[in-house]
């Protein structure tokens, strides 16, 4: 069955950086497009950086642009989220969401604290 | 601010047909297909609707989707206390080069 995990979640100073993981299975990894996608406690969800099957094509929001950089290594089926300075206002919850005519598969999500 | 307005509520009684509105503009909805996702509280979210109108399996038929122009709707037939969640809708933004995701609407069950 298809399965996201998420990985490297924490409470981070305000400026430091912090790399999350989502680790796949069940399906070709390589063939689907990825996202990520976070929900900050209590509020909506909000679309963070879009990377396409073979890594060529990369999207970000404006909020995480210049600061976050999406990535993936199709050998160990695992997708990456490197994110540089944050602030207050990252902390949330990651969900990484395979891309399939809709985010059709979606991880349990890691929490990232961004606290001084 | 999100950039596909939804009202920040519903409510409906056992049996009764809502609809959640998703307005957006010619970029996003006007240009791309309309998503639907139900998120329960402590739970990732769930497809519900994809490309407008169209069921993944195992969603019931109660749930279904439209658009017209730039805003669309999804609408629950013989709502259930289980239906009782968060809905999003989200579209492509050919501006912004990225998803969107609607505010979000808390669907209550009375």
């Known amino acids: 069955q298809v399965q996201l995990v998420e990985s490297g979640g924490g409470v981070v100073q305000p400026g430091r950086s912090l790399r999350l993981s989502c680790a796949a299975s069940?399906?070709?990894?390589?063939?689907?497009?990825i996202n990520w996608v976070r929900q900050a406690p209590g509020k909506g969800l909000e679309w963070v950086a879009r990377i396409s099957n073979d890594g060529t094509n990369i999207y970000y929001a404006d909020s995480v642009k210049g600061r976050f950089t999406i990535s993936r290594d199709n050998s160990r089926n695992t997708l990456y989220l490197q994110m540089n300075s944050l602030r207050l206002e990252d902390t949330a919850i990651y969900y990484c969401?395979?891309?399939?005519?809709?985010?059709?598969?979606w991880g349990q999500g890691a929490l990232v604290t961004v606290s001084s | 601010q999100s950039l596909l307005t939804q009202p920040p509520s519903a409510s409906g009684t056992p049996g009764q047909r809502v609809t959640i509105s998703c307005s957006g503009s010619t970029s996003n909805i006007g240009s791309n297909y309309v998503y639907w996702y139900q998120q329960f509280p402590g739970t990732a979210p769930k497809l519900l609707i994809y490309r407008n109108n169209q069921r993944p399996p195992g969603v019931p038929d109660r749930f279904s989707g439209s658009k017209s122009g730039t805003s669309a709707s999804l609408a629950i037939s013989g709502l259930r206390s289980e239906d009782e969640a968060d809905y999003y809708c989200?579209?492509?933004?050919?501006?912004?080069?990225?998803?969107?995701f609607g505010g979000g609407s808390r669907l209550t069950v009375l």
């Open positions: 069940g399906f070709t990894f390589s063939t689907y497009a």
């Open positions: 969401a395979r891309d399939n005519m809709g985010f059709d598969y």
């Open positions: 989200s579209a492509w933004d050919d501006s912004l080069r990225g998803q969107v």
